[in-house]
């Protein structure tokens, strides 16, 4: 199984999902992913108190993935 990253739309569809009170299996269901990728997403990207909010999780994503790329030997 390959892997893929979740997209801004994918996030927005869990934010809206979430505030329709669906289930992490029932999201899971309608994105064709596994119901532990929909909730390590919602794990990592809520803040305590603040629902899911896929502006922030993809900026999230963004600022997490330059940092994770190794740097260039030359310039």
């Known amino acids: 199984m390959s892997y893929s990253e979740l997209s801004i739309t994918d996030r927005a569809t869990i934010q809206v999902c979430l505030s329709q009170g669906l289930s992490l299996r029932a ?35 963004l600022k997490h ?7 260039r030997k030359l310039s």
């Open 27 to 61: 999201i899971a269901r309608c994105l064709s992913r596994s119901p532990s990728t929909i909730s390590r997403e919602i794990r990592r990207n809520s803040e305590p108190g603040n629902d899911y909010q896929a502006e922030r999780a993809q900026a999230s994503r």
């Open 65 to 71: 993935r330059r940092f994770c790329r190794p740097k």
